[in-house]
């Protein structure tokens, strides 16, 4: 018992010595400092990665010299993520962004203690009252109707697959919009759904697809990470799929139809001036095909015809314009 | 509602499904069990699936050849049960905790050399299913069982090869006797260290081969954690089983068909919370598991590192 104390007392202060060398300087160098803390890997192809892309977008628009960002990924883990914000924010980091709903708990604790650092917090709608707290959300149930209206449009089985990580957040927000952006093309249409229990289980989200392609399905989508499982399955029975959170072209090329990709650009040019003049939060944000944070991806690859594409077009100003709206409980 | 879970494509598909997705748990728990009855427990397995699909998936990705990918699934996964065996048998580490660190290297450094050498969801051309002749055409029962992977037939295949093993062969009985007492297996001039070595490394190229069974068979693809815990499970099964092939064949049956009943019943839309439905294969293993109860007995030597005295 003794050993293991010794040796979690070394790791600790191991892991904080080398916490303490990534320090890198005061704010009066003008660089603006961004850290982050993701729920799964950087190259998820999904949320995560969303972000990641996001803010080396930011790096390419603003310079090397202005702007530097680091991430922690894989911290699925509240408590993990936990330390890590808080390091970060102790480093002297001008924005620490919390990219996971599961982080609120944690994040109404730390950010308090640091009243010089801002906090970004998604997906969410709440800044929980702290000063220098920004929320952030994706609207993401309009680039599922979008999604749903092209689905039905082109099944010819009349059947949709699902394949759902979790029931919350934005997976459900997307789920809902896709079913009702299906039903308002094709009243008749059926809309199988089903939800994994897990962000990561690709065998499972695998085998949805199979269920989904055997109940009749012939147009597929998901979210999360799991759904590289769901990809290969449509591309081996020639279903064809949309994507959302990022562009997933690259992993079916034949028969993925479009994404609905997250492009978090729009909200960090927003809000990096904020806080550069000193509001360090309190306003709650939102991705939405209005502002173009929210952005449907064609593949140019896909033979889609054009009066499907037409419609999407359509749609897509609808809920621009808000003629349509899409009607989900959030 | 629920008559339509009777119609005749959804069984098959069920059935089907079971049989697919029970494949990784059925080479992990087999493995497992050749350790756990000369009396090791070995927690990593879930670290060493993943090194052995990223072994085989790389492989793969780079030459293309399935079975080059196999084989360096085998050897990761043989190299590291040695390791495992090196901490727990002659190190004689904490079995509980030497596991955990295991899987915490194979997680990290699957990840890590994902991420240096490839760095990008990628999918590749895995083991392709292999359709039985003659069987294969049989209606209902043809689509079911031999028109499946032809790295599930491998898995159904470990089952009476571990039974004949471990019952049949005088190396079986060394195993149990290894598990049971090893005191009294030495004093008759069986090297406990040995075969606990054997099992060990053995159980750890299984591992590796349940591994590459996702990345370059079933899923054709490899991400971060992609055994999302599987291997963990697999350990659960060889408790579930009894220590026995056949039983242990049964509990990964028992979940993995329980798994892909509640995807159908929530594909075909009967109204349970999607909550519920995920929770079931668990809740049904763990009734198994309590009307079981008492009828099975680990391995006397279980966990317990031997040391010659004396």
Known sequence: MKKMLILNLVLVLSLILTGCAGLGGSKEDGKFRVAVVMPSAVNDLAFSQSMYEALQAIQAEMGEEKFEFVYSDNLFVVDDAASAIRDYASQGYNLVIAHGSQYGGTLEEIAPDFPETSFMWGTAGDTMGLANVFAYEAYSQEGGYVNGVMAAALSQSNVLGVVGPVEVGDAKLYVDGFIAGAKATKPDITVNVNYIGSFSDVALASEAAQTHADAGADVLTGTAQMVVGAIGVAKERGLAWFGTQANQTSLAPDIVVASQVYDWTVLLDEIIPLIKDGTYGGTAYAITLENGGLVIEYNDGYDLPADVKTMAEDTIKGIVDGSITVDVAQ | ?310
Do not use: C
């Not at chain 2, 029970?22 to 397995?45: C, D, H, K, M």
């Not at chain 2, 005088?170 to 606990?196: C, F, M």
């Open chain 2, 1 to 310: 509602m629920i008559s339509d879970l009777f119609s005749a494509t959804v069984i098959i598909g069920i059935l089907a499904s079971g049989i697919r997705l029970a494949t990784p748990y059925l080479y992990a728990a087999i493995g497992e069990t050749f350790g756990q009855r000369s009396g090791v427990l070995n927690l990593g397995v879930d670290g060493i699936m993943l090194m052995g699909a990223f072994s085989g998936f790389y492989l793969v990705f780079l030459t293309g050849n399935l079975w080059l990918g196999l084989l360096a699934a085998i050897i990761v996964g043989g190299l590291l049960g040695l390791a495992t065996a090196f901490i727990n048998v002659t190190l004689q580490a904490d079995q509980g905790i030497s596991g955990i660190g295991i899987f915490l290297f194979g997680l990290g450094m699957s990840d890590l050399l994902f991420q240096k050498l490839i760095n990008n969801v990628e999918t590749v051309s895995g083991f392709p299913p292999v359709h039985i002749p003659i069987l294969s055409d049989l209606p209902v029962v043809g689509e079911i069982f031999f028109q499946q992977n032809i790295m599930v037939y491998g898995a159904y295949l470990m089952v009476p090869i571990a039974y004949f093993i471990l019952n049949k062969t005088t190396l079986g009985l060394k195993i149990q006797a290894v598990g049971e007492n090893p005191e009294a297996a030495d004093s008759l001039g069986v090297s406990v260290s040995a075969v606990r070595y054997f099992t060990v490394t053995l159980g750890g190229v299984l591992s590796g081969v349940a591994g590459a069974s996702l990345s370059i068979a079933l899923l054709n693809v490899f991400q971060q954690n992609l055994t999302n815990g599987l291997g963990f499970i697999a350990v659960a099964l060889v408790y579930f089983g009894g220590w026995r092939p056949t039983w242990v064949l049964f509990g990964s049956l028992l979940f993995s068909l329980v798994n892909a009943l509640q995807v159908w019943v929530q594909v075909i839309g009967i109204p349970i919370p999607s909550d519920i439905a995920v929770m079931l294969p668990y809740v049904m293993t763990i009734l198994v598991l309590i009307i079981s109860a008492g009828r099975v007995r680990a391995p006397k030597a279980l966990t317990k590192a031997y040391e010659r005295s004396g």
